[in-house]
């Protein structure tokens, strides 16, 4: 028999009730600081217990949407790097020696911190970066994912047994971790890349050493502070994840040259990462180089118009088209080029531009001014290499400071020297192909290879796409677009995007050493291929 509702139980639930109905805080710059632990006048060097830097030399941090200081944030020099890599150096002792599962967990706890602070971390990339909310919490989500994977994986690095050729022997391969990890990472993921690069290092066994960009200190300093209490709280040492926030001319310098990092993974400019790849080859270091894109969807005639619209707004729109995936061509099949182009110009012209921390933003400001002359630049070459501007073009300052653009289309030829190029901002370049062939050759004619996508219902043209003879990119779709990755797969890309992998897939083998072991249980040496040596 159904019980019979108690009056006692009832004002529990309305008690709950107006909680849920009152209206969530804004997201204002003193809570997100007050939950990340931030605050106005902050130090540049961290390696577990107190921030500390004495290079007396300042870094500002600003809203890029309106200009206003965020924080000063003093540089971590020199002698404040010996100091971090030191406690690197020794924590990497311990920690490689606590077996894989046990790093896991404390990963694990890691992921479950993120989860806890996701909204607040997430803003703080909205307010740092400029990114707009969705994206900046779909960055941290990012994070939780890569703990998530790592956390599997510290069950199942492994590594295989094999056939020996000698009688009574044993041969197998072991991975053991490799020291400290140097990261160094650009603006436009100020939190992911990091964890990328950390969550997998850390189950390898390694320690981590950042260098986060310059432009977005204070989500550094934020993910740091939340890495901090979870290895405090497990009763680690002090060195396992650290920070220096110093110019890329001083300590970023000091990094690429130092011995004592076996590896650096390098994301950024592809002018930066010829020079940082140039100076660990040189000291035959190893290096994972994650560089720029300049990613193209191909739109069949035999597409789905409709996927492939909302695909090509995100790609070229998302994150004020500062993603290393951004799309930055679309080659139209003629037949389709009209109608796909009409329509794309009509979602431009209701993409509501705006402070990146408003829910109804859809794009928000570029990083810096000097991002801005960037795209002005690309427009004036644009145009004088024969382009046409379909759309946008203009600068704006809805908040007084010159940082945001319009999302711009220009139709132009992919030889353009222009098109050839990264900018790093909202320009989308269009053009017309009549045949696969030439849309194949234009899309794989450009210098870089990171992201790429054709949208056809042809099995036979996606298939081609995937082929040998298809695209030369890291990454390659069907009916999905260029931009935005699962952690699950390896990313990277190919020619001037530096053929570095990271993330999912067998990615952890680079944090690692690789060691070829041959045990002998016979009693008897067997020398290889047969060679015989008696005295
Ligand atoms: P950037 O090359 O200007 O800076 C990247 C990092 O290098 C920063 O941390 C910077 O401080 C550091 N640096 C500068 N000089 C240095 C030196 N001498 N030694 C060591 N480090 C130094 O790049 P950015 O403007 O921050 O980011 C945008 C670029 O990054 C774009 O080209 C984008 O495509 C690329 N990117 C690539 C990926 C990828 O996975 N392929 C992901 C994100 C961004």
């Given at each position: 028999?159904?019980?019979?509702?108690t009056?006692?139980?009832?004002p529990?639930?309305?008690k709950?009730?107006?909680?849920?109905t009152?209206?969530q805080?804004?997201?204002?710059?003193?809570?997100i600081?007050?939950?990340?632990?931030?605050?106005?006048?902050l130090?540049?060097?961290?390696?577990?217990?107190?921030?500390?830097a004495?290079?007396?030399?300042?870094?500002?941090?600003r809203n890029?949407?309106?200009?206003?200081?965020?924080?000063?944030i003093?540089?971590?020099?020199?002698?404040d790097?010996?100091?971090v890599m030191?406690?690197?150096?020794?924590?990497?002792?311990?920690?490689?020696?606590?077996?894989a599962?046990?790093?896991?967990?404390?990963?694990?706890?890691?992921?479950?911190?993120?989860?806890?602070?996701?909204?607040?971390?997430?803003?703080?990339?909205?307010?740092?970066?400029?990114?707009?909310?969705?994206e900046g919490?779909?960055?941290v989500?990012?994070?939780i994912?890569?703990c998530?994977?790592?956390?599997?994986?510290?069950?199942?690095?492994s590594?295989?047994?094999?056939?020996?050729?000698?009688?009574?022997?044993?041969?197998?391969?072991?991975?053991?971790?490799?020291?400290?990890?140097?990261?160094?990472?650009?603006?436009?993921?100020?939190?992911a890349?990091?964890?990328?690069?950390s969550?997998?290092?850390?189950?390898?066994?390694?320690?981590v050493?950042?260098?986060?960009?310059?432009?977005t200190?204070l989500?550094?300093?934020?993910?740091?502070?939340?890495?901090?209490?979870v290895?405090?709280a497990?009763?680690?040492?002090?060195?396992?994840?650290?920070?220096?926030?110093g110019?890329?001319?001083?300590?970023?310098?000091?990094?690429?040259?130092d011995h004592?990092l076996?590896?650096?993974?390098?994301?950024?400019?592809?002018?930066?990462?010829?020079?940082?790849?140039?100076?660990i080859?040189?000291?035959l270091?190893?290096?994972?180089?994650?560089?720029?894109?300049?990613?193209?969807?191909?739109?069949?005639?035999?597409?789905?118009?409709?996927?492939?619209?909302?695909?090509?707004?995100?790609?070229?729109?998302g994150?004020a088209?500062?993603?290393?995936?951004?799309?930055r061509r679309?080659?139209?099949?003629?037949?389709?080029?009209?109608?796909?182009?009409?329509?794309?110009?009509?979602?431009?012209?209701?993409?509501?531009?705006g402070?990146p921390?408003d829910?109804a933003?859809?794009?928000?400001p570029?990083?810096d001014?000097?991002?801005?002359?960037?795209?002005?630049?690309?427009?004036?070459?644009?145009?004088?290499?024969?382009g046409?501007?379909?759309?946008?073009?203009?600068v704006?300052?809805?908040?007084?400071?010159?940082?945001?653009v319009?999302?711009?289309?220009i139709?132009?030829?992919?030889?353009?020297?222009?098109?050839?190029?990264?900018?790093?901002?909202?320009?989308?370049y269009?053009?017309?192909?009549?045949?696969?062939?030439?849309?194949?050759?234009?899309?794989?004619?450009?210098?870089?290879?990171?992201?790429s996508s054709?949208?056809?219902?042809?099995?036979?043209?996606g298939?081609?796409?995937?082929?040998?003879?298809?695209?030369d990119?890291?990454?390659?779709?069907?009916n999905i677009?260029?931009?935005?990755?699962?952690?699950?797969g390896a990313?990277?890309?190919e020619?001037e995007?530096?053929?570095?992998?990271?993330?999912?897939?067998d990615?952890?083998?680079?944090?690692?050493?690789?060691?070829?072991?041959?045990?002998?249980?016979?009693?008897?040496?067997?020398?290889a291929?047969?060679?015989?040596?008696?005295?």
């Amino acid at each position: 028999m159904a019980k019979k509702t108690t009056k006692k139980a009832q004002p529990a639930l309305t008690k709950a009730q107006p909680a849920l109905t009152k209206a969530q805080p804004a997201l204002t710059k003193a809570r997100i600081f007050k939950e990340l632990g931030l605050s106005a006048r902050l130090k540049g060097a961290n390696c577990g217990g107190e921030w500390f830097a004495s290079s007396g030399d300042w870094l500002d941090s600003r809203n890029p949407a309106t200009g206003e200081l965020l924080a000063r944030i003093e540089q971590a020099d020199n002698a404040d790097y010996a100091k971090v890599m030191k406690a690197a150096k020794e924590s990497f002792l311990a920690w490689r020696m606590l077996p894989a599962p046990r790093r896991g967990e404390v990963i694990r706890q890691f992921g479950d911190a993120l989860r806890a602070k996701k909204d607040m971390l997430g803003a703080l990339v909205s307010l740092e970066m400029g990114k707009i909310l969705t994206e900046g919490q779909g960055e941290v989500q990012e994070m939780i994912d890569i703990c998530d994977y790592a956390v599997g994986l510290s069950r199942t690095l492994s590594g295989p047994t094999l056939q020996s050729e000698r009688p009574k022997h044993r041969m197998m391969e072991q991975w053991h971790p490799l020291g400290v990890v140097g990261v160094i990472s650009a603006f436009n993921f100020p939190v992911a890349v990091w964890a990328w690069n950390s969550a997998l290092a850390w189950v390898c066994g390694d320690s981590v050493l950042w260098k986060p960009s310059s432009k977005t200190p204070l989500c550094a300093i934020a993910c740091q502070n939340i890495a901090n209490e979870v290895f405090q709280a497990n009763g680690l040492p002090a060195g396992l994840t650290c920070v220096v926030i110093g110019k890329g001319s001083s300590v970023g310098e000091v990094m690429i040259n130092d011995h004592d990092l076996p590896l650096i993974s390098f994301t950024g400019s592809t002018k930066m990462g010829r020079r940082i790849g140039g100076v660990i080859g040189e000291r035959l270091g190893r290096s994972i180089l994650e560089l720029g894109g300049n990613n193209a969807i191909i739109i069949s005639d035999k597409a789905d118009l409709t996927c492939a619209l909302a695909s090509s707004f995100f790609g070229a729109v998302g994150t004020a088209g500062q993603r290393c995936t951004s799309t930055r061509r679309l080659i139209i099949h003629e037949k389709v080029y009209a109608t796909f182009l009409q329509k794309l110009i009509a979602n431009y012209k209701r993409v509501r531009i705006g402070d990146p921390l408003d829910p109804a933003t859809l794009m928000g400001p570029l990083i810096d001014e000097g991002a801005v002359a960037d795209f002005e630049k690309a427009i004036v070459a644009a145009k004088k290499q024969g382009g046409k501007v379909l759309y946008g073009g203009k600068v704006l300052k809805p908040f007084g400071v010159p940082t945001f653009v319009e999302p711009t289309i220009i139709e132009l030829k992919n030889e353009a020297e222009i098109v050839q190029t990264e900018t790093f901002a909202p320009i989308l370049y269009v053009m017309k192909y009549k045949k696969l062939t030439d849309a194949i050759a234009m899309h794989n004619g450009v210098p870089q290879g990171l992201s790429s996508s054709i949208y056809t219902d042809s099995l036979a043209e996606g298939e081609r796409f995937l082929s040998a003879e298809g695209s030369d990119c890291g990454i390659a779709n069907i009916n999905i677009g260029t931009s935005g990755a699962e952690i699950g797969g390896a990313f990277g890309g190919e020619k001037e995007t530096g053929g570095g992998r990271e993330s999912g897939s067998d990615c952890w083998k680079t944090y690692m050493r690789r060691q070829t072991n041959t045990i002998n249980w016979g009693g008897e040496i067997h020398l290889a291929q047969g060679v015989e040596f008696h005295p």
